[in-house]
């Protein structure tokens, strides 16, 4: 079993930065393929980026590829999303998933807004 606790969500201006983390507990972090998804306001849950168990693979949806980057710390349980250059577009709540969908977080809300 793996608890995930993400934070690091707010209002930020269009152009600016934020690094949301994603803390989990309990056993089997460091062996996961972890995801970040989206949903976006009155839309579907979406895909944003993947990075495997040790960090030598990475995935990104098209609309986020060279502005976001996901990384990890497996001693420290925890997986990071740095998002640069944000646009309104991506304002959505944004949730930490573990071992391809088995283990959810309850996600962190970000507002991109002038």
């Known amino acids: 079993q793996v608890q995930l606790v993400e934070s690091g969500g707010g209002l930020v201006h269009p152009g600016g930065s934020l690094r949301l983390s994603c803390a989990a507990s309990g056993r089997g972090f460091g062996g996961y393929t972890m995801d970040w998804f989206r949903q976006p306001p009155g839309k579907e849950r979406e895909f944003v980026a993947r990075?495997?168990?040790?960090?030598?693979?990475?995935n990104y949806t098209e609309s986020v590829r060279g502005r976001f980057t996901i990384s990890r710390d497996n001693a420290r349980n925890t997986l990071y999303l740095l998002m640069n250059n944000l646009k309104p577009e991506d304002t959505a709540v944004y949730y930490c998933?573990?071992?391809?969908?088995?283990?959810w977080g309850q996600g962190t809300q970000v507002i991109v807004s002038s």
């Open positions: 998933s573990a071992n391809l969908g088995v283990y």
């Open positions: 990075i495997n168990w040790s960090s030598t693979s990475t």
